[in-house]
């Protein structure tokens, strides 16, 4: 898609150079929301971005209808302007029930975060008097959490001249305490609750066909918020998995780079690194050899990798909004760079920003079940399969599996997500960190299942052949 004259314009004055938005870096764009699915769940899209333009709509995933009024009146440009922290402030009591990071680039270029003081500390003032406005809102830790202690600490760093106002980027907003699943959610079976913001999911307008993949989180989904030169520094997410992203509002730019090595190297080189003009030669260097570059537009529905080095700078007048969905899907691909999740040593291995052993073990656990449930055992242990695959996974009758009530309706075909689960399954069961999880009789169950599937798929396609004979 050909830049416009204004798009150029916004390139120009961020400080990237127009030349790095060329044919060898550019997205892939598709025309419909099929084709969105299609690559999203069937297709590799580790090292691109594929958009889909005016896809929010399309998806029943426009600003109104996927996030509170309350947020869209607060960033619109007529009353919050390009500042993030007036935007912010507008929020009223929302600010008490939500958190989110309020980070910046310092004068080194490398990201910062606005952090209140450490709880119980905070209840004091610099001279060790009570902070009575503080204290009386600080009836439990959770109040130290919430969004509005990382205003006050962002207007503490503005007033001592640490912090410039436009370079403020609030970072995964959510809420504090759980709520109850989406409306669109329940219709597919997902009724765990939920501490997103977002009153609708990508997920939700796929319904039925996010259940096959490994992992998809909702739970806890944040939302991005930016003012004009704004942005997350470069690095490469704790888990290696992809994301959908949701450009509700603004322009950004996007860069990700190669897999492996390369991202490897420059988290390692230049892990934070903020993309703000004026570019240094290293940073200049770094875009230069960077897999995709990318201009987010209003509307946008797009696929990126969070497992990747990636980075992101908000470019527009008014603010950006922007959401994104962590998953992990089938594709043998995507499957094996995930498992590469929190290695030591290798291309993959990472020396900072790596998540934690005991919620790594609990995401992989989770990972399990999901698998279980997809071959119609029961989550808890990985039992034994039962002979026939589960209703949820077989083929119907038309061979497809169909999307939601929500947006526009996708189908992809049942056999190729068998395939796909099938490999998956057989990925799973040969890696040794989730071998221990699960133990011997759990692999051996999950090969088995994996052996059952394909040998379904094969009697399917055999039975088909027959009938068109």
């Given at each position: 898609?050909?830049?416009?004259?204004d798009?150029k314009?916004?390139?120009?004055a961020?400080?990237?150079?127009?030349?790095l938005?060329c044919?060898?870096?550019?997205?892939?764009?598709?025309?419909?929301?099929q084709e969105f699915?299609?690559?999203l769940?069937?297709?590799?899209?580790?090292?691109?971005?594929v958009?889909?333009?005016d896809g929010?709509?399309?998806?029943g995933?426009s600003?109104?209808e996927a996030?509170?009024?309350?947020?869209?009146?607060?960033?619109?440009?007529?009353?919050a302007?390009s500042s993030?922290l007036r935007?912010?402030?507008?929020?009223?009591?929302?600010l008490?029930s939500?958190?989110?990071?309020?980070e910046?680039?310092?004068?080194k270029?490398?990201?910062?975060?606005?952090l209140p003081?450490?709880?119980p500390?905070?209840?004091?003032d610099d001279?060790?008097?009570v902070?009575a406005?503080v204290a009386?809102?600080?009836?439990?830790?959770?109040?130290w959490?919430?969004l509005?202690?990382r205003?006050?600490a962002a207007?503490?760093?503005?007033?001592?001249?640490?912090l410039?106002?436009s370079?403020l980027?609030?970072?995964?907003?959510?809420r504090l305490?759980e709520?109850?699943?989406n409306?669109?959610?329940l219709d597919?079976g997902?009724?765990?609750?939920t501490?997103s913001?977002c009153?609708?999911?990508?997920r939700?307008?796929l319904a039925q066909?996010?259940?096959?993949?490994?992992y998809?989180n909702c739970?806890?989904d944040g939302?991005?918020?930016?003012?004009r030169?704004?942005?997350k520094?470069?690095?490469v997410?704790q888990v290696?998995?992809s994301?959908?992203?949701?450009?509700?509002q603004?322009?950004?730019?996007?860069?990700t780079w190669?897999?492996?090595s390369?991202?490897?190297r420059?988290v390692r080189e230049?892990?934070d690194?903020?993309?703000r003009?004026p570019?240094?030669?290293q940073?200049?260097?770094?875009?230069?050899?960077?897999?995709?570059i990318a201009l987010?537009?209003?509307?946008?529905?797009?696929i990126?990798s969070?497992?990747?080095a990636h980075?992101t700078?908000?470019?527009?007048?008014?603010l950006t909004i922007?959401?994104?969905?962590?998953l992990?899907?089938l594709?043998?691909?995507?499957?094996?760079?995930?498992l590469h999740?929190?290695?030591?040593c290798?291309?993959?291995?990472l020396?900072?920003g790596v998540m934690?052993s005991?919620?790594?073990k609990?995401?992989?656990q989770?990972?399990?079940?999901r698998?279980a449930s997809?071959?119609g055992?029961?989550?808890?242990a990985?039992?034994?399969?039962s002979?026939?695959i589960?209703?949820?996974?077989?083929a119907p009758?038309s061979g497809l599996?169909?999307s939601?009530?929500?947006?526009e309706?996708?189908a992809?075909?049942?056999a190729?997500l068998r395939?796909?689960?099938?490999t998956?399954?057989?990925?799973v069961g040969?890696d040794?960190?989730?071998?221990?999880?699960c133990?011997?009789a759990?692999v051996?169950?999950l090969?088995a299942a994996?052996?059952?599937l394909?040998a379904?798929g094969?009697?399917?396609?055999?039975t088909m052949?027959?009938?068109d004979?």
């Open positions: 898609m050909r830049l416009s004259a798009e314009r916004l390139i120009e961020a400080g990237w150079p127009e030349d938005l044919d060898r870096t550019a997205p892939r764009y598709v025309e419909s929301p699915a299609e690559a769940l069937l297709e590799d899209h580790l090292e691109d971005i958009i889909l333009p929010l709509r399309r998806t995933l600003p109104r996030l509170p009024a309350w947020l869209c009146d607060a960033a619109s440009v007529g009353s302007g993030v935007c912010l402030k507008r929020l009223g009591p929302h008490e939500h958190k989110a990071a309020l910046f680039p310092d004068d270029g490398v990201q910062r975060e606005a003081k450490p709880y500390f905070c209840l004091w001279e060790g008097r902070n406005d009386t809102q600080m009836t439990m830790p959770e109040s959490r919430n509005g202690q205003v006050q207007e503490a760093l503005l007033r001592k001249g640490e410039e106002e370079h980027y609030a970072c995964e907003m959510r305490r709520r109850e699943a409306e669109f959610a597919y997902c009724e765990e609750g501490k913001l009153l609708r999911h990508a939700d307008w066909l996010s259940k096959w993949t490994m998809w739970y806890d939302v991005f918020v930016g003012g030169g704004s942005g520094g470069l690095h997410d290696l998995w994301n959908v992203g949701k450009q509700w603004g322009y950004k730019l996007m860069v190669p897999a492996g390369e991202s490897t420059l230049m892990g690194a903020h993309f003009a570019l240094e030669e940073q200049l260097a770094a875009l230069r050899c960077a897999a995709r987010l537009r209003p509307g946008d529905l797009f990126c969070g497992g990747v980075a700078l908000s470019v527009s007048e008014e922007t959401g994104y969905e962590s992990v899907t594709h043998p691909r995507l499957v094996e760079h995930m999740t929190g290695s030591s290798g291309p993959c291995a020396d900072k934690e005991d919620e790594l609990e995401m992989r989770g990972m399990l079940k698998s997809s071959f055992s029961p989550p808890a990985l039992p034994e399969p002979r026939e589960s209703k949820e996974q077989s009758a599996v169909q939601g009530r929500l947006g309706p996708v992809l075909p049942a190729g395939e796909l689960l099938a998956a399954a057989r990925q040969y040794p960190s989730f071998a221990v999880l133990g011997s759990g051996s169950r090969l994996s052996d059952r394909q379904t094969t009697k399917r396609r055999r052949e027959s009938k004979m």
